[in-house]
Every structure is written in structure tokens, then in C-alpha cells.
């Protein structure tokens, strides 16, 4: 206790190089700052922290003076009292000094740990689950010589010699034939007519079709009989500057799945971001789309099937429909998408239509159905999942009740998400509840370096004087890829609802993608005002362009 008593003050000096520390490990890890911004927030930090330290010694080196001097001249203690005063204060400067410190630090701490959670490794994406699936019915037992084992044609080799491995090694089925197909939808109806014995599909398949005529009850219907791992194509982190225009993949998961893995996908929304000009374009298209699947051998099949594939999967087909790179993607499912919009306290949105819908859990009934009346209102996360769910014909739209409807519901949510985002973010407190909903919901092939540069990017803008006007300041163009709906048949055993997109409306929206991306310069200018929900006639700046229905 003496030994506190006298060197209290000395030990006081040495506190601030510990928050100060950490803060400065805490910078050097944030990438996506500049160099020189980090390196000179460093050398402030130091030089204060010794400043501090240095100051303090010599004020107590006066004391030790003015004590010598008291005693050996019998001075009064006004000189003595003063110089504890100045102590005092200064290590009240000290204490809340590293007080500040500390919360920056904790706070930067926090921020990169979040950060790290979203930006996984790459190698955690390199595997992709599969199943060995039989009907429940199936004799193990009681084979015949050979086995029929349905799989899909696939051109990746790596992909392909890990299936001839898996078939080889697998002591349930005897002698296995690989039997190809050319899309999952007749994969499984060729295992329901006992076409084939087994098949080896995604593991997530029973999420992805149980919604399907026919397959309602795929779960009982079908046993697996072993799982295993495939290396897959992994998507490339490459480095971004916000400063340039980008493009961005959403993809949205109508299940609840923690993985992300499960279910189909059922939001497919390509956003191109122009920062610099606020200028965003959102291209909905339909997850019916029944486009090429280039990691299936580029057979057609529907969007909302690709997450059997993985997200590459996902993503190659977009990139093949708008013949694009895209170098970025955000995978989310339901209940991280209503955690975003709780988190908001609700986002505000015309409500184009009065409507009822089932809750996020699929249930109807009185006690569950969500009911919204049209108009301009606050949706709380229930309510807006139900308006991004719901496929009723909109009033002022010549689009038929179906999928076409429902992404023009999203793109209005999606719109009033970030209009809320842009109103209540004003600092990286702000930002870091909304990053950890993103780290436990959301997969993506953003890093740290990425996200801490948007983040830097879009805090300056909020901070700036156009900061309260920028959602005025934004301009969006609204565009969804129309197309013919049908019923077809595949190969006589079920009946699948497809959308065939017009290649004129996709020609359309790549053009004005690549504008917005500064790839391509317009022929007029241009407000970015476009209604891309009209068939007939729809207008941006002094052009009209007309459309005929592609075949």
C-alpha cells in the first residue's frame, strides 16, 4: 500500500499505452483505410500518449523539488498544494484520455472481429455437400448385379473424377452405372419412376423441391444412404475502390437455413453502383427464369435451382445471361433479412396492394396470416417479408399475379431499406449492429479490405454536408427482366412453371448497366428516371424505346 501511495502517479502515466496499444493493433488491421490516413492516426496517437507520459515526469519531478525545497527551507505549502493540483487534474486528463481510447479501441475491435466473421476464408467455401438419395422404398439387400445412379452432366472434371472416386468407394449400391441427366427436375422424376436406383445430387435437395407439384413429401419419400464433400469453384476475392462503379450480386434464400446452403434461391437482384454519381440500377430477375446453367453444361433449367450448384453456380448463370463479370455477391436468407428491417424499426413503403399472406414461419390461419392494406406505411420485418413474398397482380402494373410481381415488391422494399440505412447511419456505431446481422446471416465473397473501403466511402458521404440530402441525391433505375410464362413438361413425368426471359429487355438492361458502370457512353442524356415494370412504352431522359415480345 505504500508503495501505491507513492508511485500512484508514476503507474497513472504508463495506463493510456495500453488502450493506445490495442487501438493502434486495431488500425493496422482495418485495410480498407489508406495507408497513409492509418499511419498518421498512429503517429498522433503516439505522440500524445508520450507527451503525456513525458509531462507528467517532469511535473513529477517539481514535486520532488518543491518537497526538497519545503523541507530543507521550511517553505509554506501554497507552492506544495499547487503542485498537487496540477497533478491531480493532469491525471484526471489521463484518465479520461484512455477512457477514450479504450471505447475507440473496443469499438475497432469489435468492428474487425465482425468484419473477419463475414469475410470468411476462402477455404471455407471450397466444399459443397452431396447426397447418395434412394427411394425410402429401395432394397438395399436385395440388389440385382448393377445399380442405376442418376447424375448430372457436368463438364468441371475435378467435380467429375471426385463422383467416379465417391461411386467407386460407396459399398451401398453394387456395381453402380452412372446414368447422366441434363437437369435435377428429371434426375428425381426418373427416381420416382424407378427409372434409376439411386442419385447423387446436392445435399440441400429436398429444401430446394419440396415445394414442387409432386415432390411435396420428398423428405419421407426418398432415404439418403451416404453424404460426402466436393471440392467446388470457389468465387475470387478481388480488391474494390468505391470510388469506380461496381456491380453486386443479391441473392435472397427463401429458407431460414444458418448454412446458407439450403432451399432455393428466390431473389436474384444485380445492383450496379455508381458512387461517385449516386446512381444505382437494380435488374430483377425472376427465379423462374429458365435460362443455361453453365456449371451444368450450360442445359436450361430454372434460376431458383442453381443453389444446388453452390453460389458460383448462381452467379455463372447471371453472368452468362448478361454476359458480365460480376465480382461480387451477397447471399441472404430470411431471417437475416428480418433482422436488417428490425434493426431499421421498420422500413417505410407504399404498399402498392392490399394483400394476406403467411407468416415467415408458412402458416395461414387467423392467427397467423399477415394482412397489409395499400398505401404508404411502416412494415415491421413480419410484414415486409410478406410484401417481398407476394406474387398478387400490383394495380399499376400490366404485369401478370405471379413471380414478375413479386420482384417488383422486393425492388420497393430493398429501395426502402436503404433509404432507411442512408437516414439513420451517421458513424461506424451505426454501421456495426447492421455488420454483425451480415456476419451470422449472410455469406459473401466481400473482405475485410472491401468492406472496411465501402464502409470508409460511404461514412465520408453520410458526414458531408450532402449527408442529410443524399437519398434525394440518389438516383435508381428500376429494371426487371419480363419474359413468357409457361407450363412444360419434362420428359413426360411433371410439369414445371418456367418464365422464357425476352432477349430484348436483357439487351436493354445490360446497356444501361454498363452506362451506370462507365463502361459504355450514352447516346443522350439521362436522369435516371425509367419505369422498367411497363411493357409497352417506358422512357429514360429523351429516349423512348419500344420493345416487341422476343421469341
Known amino acids: 500500500m505504500t508503495f501505491f501511495k507513492r508511485h500512484w502517479f508514476k503507474m497513472l502515466l504508463c495506463l493510456p499505452f495500453i488502450p493506445v496499444g490495442a487501438l493502434i493493433y486495431s488500425l493496422d488491421q482495418f485495410t480498407g483505410i489508406d495507408e497513409s490516413i492509418r499511419f498518421l492516426a498512429t503517429l498522433v496517437l503516439l505522440t500524445l500518449t508520450c507527451s503525456f507520459f513525458f509531462l507528467g515526469l517532469y511535473v513529477e519531478l517539481k514535486k520532488r523539488d518543491v518537497e526538497n525545497k519545503r523541507v530543507q527551507f521550511k517553505m509554506t505549502g501554497f507552492r506544495f498544494g499547487m503542485i498537487e493540483m496540477v497533478r491531480i487534474v493532469f491525471s484526471l486528463v489521463i484518465v479520461v484520455f484512455s477512457a477514450i481510447v479504450f471505447d475507440y479501441a473496443t469499438m475497432s475491435r469489435r468492428f474487425v472481429n465482425v468484419i473477419d466473421n463475414i469475410a470468411a476464408p476462402p477455404e471455407l467455401q471450397a466444399q459443397r455437400g452431396y447426397s447418395l438419395v434412394t427411394m425410402s422404398d429401395f432394397d438395399v439387400n436385395g440388389q440385382v448385379s448393377y445399380g442405376r445412379v442418376g447424375v448430372l452432366t457436368v463438364v468441371d472434371e475435378?467435380?467429375?473424377?471426385?463422383?467416379?472416386?465417391?461411386?467407386?468407394?460407396?459399398?451401398?449400391?453394387?456395381?453402380?452405372?452412372?446414368?447422366?441427366?441434363d437437369s435435377p427436375i428429371e434426375m428425381i422424376n426418373a427416381l420416382y419412376?424407378?427409372?434409376?436406383?439411386?442419385?447423387?445430387?446436392?445435399?440441400?435437395?429436398?429444401?430446394?423441391?419440396?415445394?414442387?407439384?409432386?415432390?411435396?413429401?420428398?423428405?419421407s419419400d426418398t432415404l439418403i444412404l451416404s453424404q460426402f464433400d466436393i471440392e467446388v469453384e470457389t468465387f475470387p476475392r478481388v480488391e474494390i475502390d468505391p470510388g469506380k462503379p461496381f456491380s453486386i450480386l443479391l441473392l435472397g434464400l427463401n429458407q431460414n437455413d444458418q448454412a446458407l446452403t439450403s432451399g432455393t434461391i428466390n431473389t436474384?437482384?444485380?445492383?450496379?453502383?455508381n458512387l461517385e454519381a449516386l446512381s444505382f440500377t437494380i435488374t430483377s430477375i425472376p427465379r423462374d427464369s429458365y435460362v443455361p446453367i453453365p456449371c451444368?453444361?450450360?442445359i436450361k433449367d430454372k434460376l431458383s435451382h442453381t443453389n444446388l450448384g453452390g453460389s458460383a453456380c448462381a452467379i455463372g448463370a447471371i453472368e452468362h445471361m448478361f454476359e458480365m463479370e460480376i465480382p461480387y455477391y451477397v447471399k441472404l436468407n430470411f431471417t437475416g433479412f428480418m433482422e436488417i428491417v428490425d434493426l431499421l424499426d421498420g422500413i417505410e413503403v407504399d404498399v402498392p396492394l392490399a394483400f394476406e399472406e403467411q407468416d415467415s414461419m408458412r402458416r395461414f390461419g387467423a392467427d397467423y396470416?399477415?394482412?397489409?392494406?395499400?398505401?404508404?406505411?411502416?412494415?415491421?420485418?413480419?410484414?415486409?417479408?410478406?410484401?417481398?413474398?407476394?406474387?398478387g397482380k400490383t394495380g399499376n402494373s400490366d404485369m401478370s399475379g405471379d413471380d414478375f410481381t413479386r420482384v417488383e415488391h422486393q425492388q420497393l422494399v430493398f429501395q426502402a431499406m436503404l433509404s432507411d440505412m442512408f437516414d439513420q447511419i451517421e458513424s461506424v456505431n451505426d454501421i456495426l449492429p447492421l455488420l454483425e446481422v451480415i456476419g451470422n446471416h449472410v455469406e459473401t465473397n466481400l473482405n475485410a479490405h472491401e468492406l472496411m473501403t465501402i464502409g470508409q466511402y460511404l461514412i465520408g458521404l453520410l458526414s458531408s454536408e450532402q449527408g442529410s440530402t443524399l437519398m434525394r441525391?440518389?438516383?435508381?433505375?428500376?429494371?426487371?427482366?419480363?419474359?413468357?410464362?409457361?407450363?412444360i413438361n419434362v420428359r413426360h413425368y411433371g410439369r414445371l412453371w418456367v418464365s422464357f426471359p425476352w432477349i430484348e429487355r436483357i439487351a436493354e438492361a445490360r446497356r444501361l448497366m454498363m452506362i451506370n458502370l462507365g463502361l459504355e457512353a450514352p447516346e443522350f442524356s439521362f436522369t435516371f428516371e425509367y419505369n422498367g415494370f411497363m411493357r409497352p412504352k417506358r422512357e429514360w431522359g429523351q429516349i423512348t424505346i419500344s420493345h416487341e415480345n422476343a421469341d
Not at 436474384?268 to 453502383?273: A, E, K
Open 158 to 181: 475435378v467435380k467429375k473424377r471426385a463422383l467416379d472416386v465417391f461411386l467407386s468407394d460407396q459399398n451401398f449400391i453394387l456395381n453402380p452405372i452412372p446414368t447422366p441427366f
Open 193 to 219: 419412376e424407378h427409372e434409376i436406383d439411386g442419385m447423387i445430387i446436392g445435399s440441400n435437395f429436398i429444401h430446394v423441391f419440396d415445394e414442387l407439384e409432386r415432390f411435396e413429401e420428398i423428405a
Open 268 to 273: 436474384f437482384m444485380l445492383l450496379t453502383v
Open 296 to 298: 451444368n453444361n450450360y
Open 369 to 391: 396470416l399477415i394482412r397489409l392494406e395499400a398505401g404508404r406505411q411502416r412494415l415491421n420485418s413480419e410484414q415486409a417479408l410478406a410484401l417481398v413474398r407476394h406474387r
Open 473 to 487: 441525391e440518389i438516383h435508381f433505375i428500376n429494371i426487371v427482366i419480363l419474359g413468357d410464362t409457361t407450363v
